[in-house]
């Protein structure tokens, strides 16, 4: 049995990437610690325990850090919608966080499971930098991280240069890619080649009809009036569940890369760029091809 730690700022990519987990018969989730990012971290919280609910679960949910280290936040409501899942009218408050804190947490899940703690990060790394930052040992006794962020190649989905979850709080993901733990990267470029959803995919999702593939698709509602707006079509994409899927099953990475990867954080206009080089020390596996086909399916089978 693997063992899961899932730390995200519950989205409504965020929520299906949770679904998709809290779905697997093969790994046990120890803990979702909830970090700002698309939204303010308290609404965050209550996404998460909505899906927690919705699955019939009873996995811990853990409330994090509020803003990035060193600057203010910046959530995407424009994008997620004003709760983060589309605002289709769920009951999105009330549910009470399980006590204690994110960061205790996270060091106390790396030293209670003896290097067996795989990290699944999907929002903004403020949580997962500070944990590191207080108790540097659990760095080598982290089994795995797997990062949704950064772009490596492409433009970003937030600036010309960058990825929202990176551009959020540069410094963190600064402390974590140089941190020296083992690090799996599925970056936007991933997600825009490998995680699209036009209306031929969303359709054959909803066929599915089950709670889960309706609460999958409902909550995408506000993406995809943003992409219509924006771009005339409500092709979507969903970069967490992407990172979800890699996280539980790697065979669908069909080629990666190591690289030295470092954050620009000196440059606003460039703030969270990924910086990419084939010399020095090789800190960050990058995807660079993966199956679409193998990621749709264990996506499809865990809405049922």
């Avoid at 944990?131 to 760095?139: E, F, G, H, L, Y």
């Avoid at 995919?201 to 943003?226: A, E, R, W």
């Avoid at 800190?283 to 089978?301: G, M, P, V, Y």
Wanted: glycine residues 6%; positive net charge; contains cysteine.
């Amino acid at each position: 049995m693997r063992h899961i730690l899932i730390d995200t700022d519950t989205g409504s990519d965020d929520a299906v990437a949770l679904v998709m987990a809290l779905n697997n018969s093969k790994i046990s989730i120890e803990a979702i610690t909830i970090v700002a990012g698309n939204i303010p971290v308290e609404q965050g919280l209550q996404n998460a325990l909505y899906t927690v609910d919705l699955c019939n679960k009873k996995t811990p949910v853990y409330l994090g850090e509020g803003k990035p280290l060193k600057r203010p936040l910046r959530t995407s409501e424009f994008f997620h919608g004003q709760d983060g899942l589309g605002d289709i009218g769920l009951d999105l408050k009330g549910r009470k966080a399980t006590e204690g804190n994110a960061i205790d947490i996270i060091i106390e899940k790396v030293y209670q499971l003896g290097n067996n703690l795989e990290i699944v990060a999907l929002g903004p790394l403020t949580n997962l930098a500070i944990a590191i930052k207080r108790d540097p040992r659990i760095i080598s006794k982290i089994k795995n991280c797997f990062i949704m962020g950064g772009t490596a190649f492409g433009p970003g989905n937030i600036t010309p240069f960058s990825e929202f979850n990176f551009w959020v709080d540069p410094e963190a993901a600064e402390i974590v890619l140089q941190s020296g733990m083992k690090i799996t990267m599925i970056d936007w470029d991933a997600t825009k080649k490998y995680a699209w959803f036009d209306s031929k995919t969303i359709k054959s999702i909803n066929k599915i009809n089950t709670p889960l593939s309706k609460f999958s698709m409902d909550i995408q509602n506000n993406p995809k009036k943003y992409k219509k707006k924006k771009y005339g079509n409500e092709t979507i994409e969903l970069a967490d569940p992407l990172a979800m899927a890699i996280a539980l099953d790697p065979s669908i990475v069909m080629e990666s890369k190591k690289y030295n990867v470092k954050i620009n954080l000196s440059n606003e206009e460039h703030r969270g760029e990924n910086i990419l080089n084939e010399k020095g020390k090789k800190n960050t596996t990058i995807i660079l091809k993966a199956s679409r086909k193998k990621f749709l399916d264990i996506f499809k089978k865990s809405l049922t």
